[in-house]
């Protein structure tokens, strides 16, 4: 496509220290903050799935989860709620965030759609250009008042969004897993955005998808939160699947309502995350938008060898 072109001859990023051009290419999903740097160019579509393999992403210091937790069974599994901790929002647009308010920054000040929602650069200098004429400290951060100033009718802490919890704690396993996957079904069509969670009409990544469907059924991923889904060297899929009050099984017993993984094939880290329908189909957000994809592995991807379970003790006590 021509966004996912014009992506991969990307500008330089401004905390990559070479003055070499730094060459994105296609591994994952570009999921709730899954892009890497310095792997190999992709390779043609591979006819084990039909799904799009998405493109990489600068980081910095993504750990490299290559397993799943050690002896995850040692934990007491994560326990349905009906009140999710409160994430902070207001996040000040620094360099190297990402997310919602970055693509509208990026936007309103005219930068093309094929920039990664990211304060990279050429974003950083929008921004000051923007605040010079505003007659605004030219720092080329983005607070409360720059935000004000672009006109936004958002409020700058929107970002806080949550989706509510909106069963009992009596529900059923079943019951959650049909709730996460009915919440994130909603989201289908919707804008992929890199380091987006929500809400609806906004924009949404892949790990961003995922955590707002659970906080919707009732499970609270702490200490994951939508905070650190739009920092620079944060990677929520990652933390995903070695969180270790989240129950694993080998992908040979995936079943619906499980979260599937991928791994670069280039750096062998977790760089994607899916919600498995059944029959190997997955609800997936990847460029352009969220849309139903298929399991299997991908041109520059590898399945990972566990799923994570998220309800496998969330049966209600009698």
């Known amino acids: 496509m021509v966004r996912g072109q014009q992506r991969r001859r990307l500008r330089r990023r401004s905390f990559v220290a070479s003055s070499a051009l730094v060459v994105l290419i296609l591994i994952t999903p570009a999921c709730g903050s899954e892009r890497q740097i310095g792997d190999t160019p992709a390779a043609s579509p591979s006819p084990i799935s039909a799904t799009p393999t998405p493109k990489a992403k600068p980081s910095r210091t993504t750990p490299s989860p290559t397993a799943s937790p050690s002896d995850s069974s040692a934990h007491a ?19 190297g965030m990402n997310g919602v308010k970055v693509k509208m920054v990026q936007r309103r000040l ?7 929602e990211t304060m990279d650069d050429a974003t950083i200098a929008a921004v000051r250009r923007f605040q010079r004429k505003a007659g605004l400290s030219t720092d080329g951060v983005v607070g409360p008042l720059t935000w004000q100033a672009m006109g936004f009718r958002e409020d700058f802490c929107f970002d806080r969004y949550q989706a509510r919890p909106v069963l009992p704690l009596t529900a059923t396993m079943r019951v959650r897993r049909e709730q996460m996957i009915a919440f994130a079904t909603s989201f289908l069509g919707d804008e992929y955005v890199w380091g987006g969670a929500g809400p609806h009409g906004y924009g949404i990544d892949c790990s961003g998808l995922v955590l707002q469907a659970l906080y919707s059924a009732g499970l609270d991923p702490q200490p994951i939160s939508v905070d650190k889904h739009v920092l620079p060297d ?21 079943q619906r309502g499980d979260l599937v993984f991928w791994r670069s094939n280039a750096t062998g880290r977790v760089n994607h995350v899916a919600i498995y329908l ?3 189909k997955v609800l997936e957000a990847v460029e352009p938008q969220v849309h139903l994809g298929s399991l299997g592995n991908r041109s520059t991807q590898t399945m990972m060898p566990e799923v994570v379970r998220p309800f496998s003790a969330a049966e209600p006590t009698q």
């Open 278 to 280: 059944g029959d190997r």
């Open 110 to 116: 005219g930068l093309p759609n094929s920039a990664w």
């Open 77 to 95: 599994f994560l326990q349905p709620t009906t009140t999710i901790v409160a994430a902070h929002g207001c996040t000040i647009l620094t360099p």
């Open 234 to 254: 944060y990677r929520t899929s990652v933390e995903l699947y070695r969180h270790p009050r989240l129950a694993h099984v080998p992908l040979s017993a995936v």
